[in-house]
Nanobody, 115 residues
Framework: QVQLVESGGGLVQAGGSLRLSCAAS????????MDWYRQAPGKQRELVARITRGGLPNYADSVKGRFTISRDNAKNTMYLQMNGLKPEDTAVYYCNAVFSTSSYWGQGTQVTVSS
């Protein structure tokens, strides 16, 4: 079992930056993919960014060019650098780790972007 803990959320003005972290209690080396999702009030959870075990990133169109996903397998931590934040980025951000036979979610961290 792997526990994931997100941190780094907060309140920021539009145009600002935040860096989210997702710390795992165990090794993420064998995680096939690790994802950042977000869920805004009244909306479905959506995939924001994904990084494969080999380090290949993929992004939702809405965040391309502004967000950068990365993972540090040695530290068992995944990151999401968010630049050029917009009010529509306001949501609870969750990390997800997908292994061969199971997946795990963090509890989420709130990101609020004021206009």
């Amino acid at each position: 079992q792997v526990q994931l803990v997100e941190s780094g959320g907060g309140l920021v003005q539009a145009g600002g930056s935040l860096r989210l972290s997702c710390a795992a209690s165990g090794s993420i080396l064998s995680a096939n993919v690790m994802d950042w999702y977000r869920q805004a009030p009244g909306k479905q959870r959506e995939l924001v960014a994904r990084i494969t075990r080999g380090g290949l990133p993929n992004y939702a169109d809405s965040v391309k060019g502004r967000f950068t996903i990365s993972r540090d397998n040695a530290k068992n931590t995944m990151y999401l650098q968010m630049n050029g934040l917009k009010p529509e980025d306001t949501a609870v951000y969750y990390c997800n780790a997908v292994f061969s036979t199971s997946s795990y979610w963090g509890q989420g961290t709130q990101v609020t972007v004021s206009s």
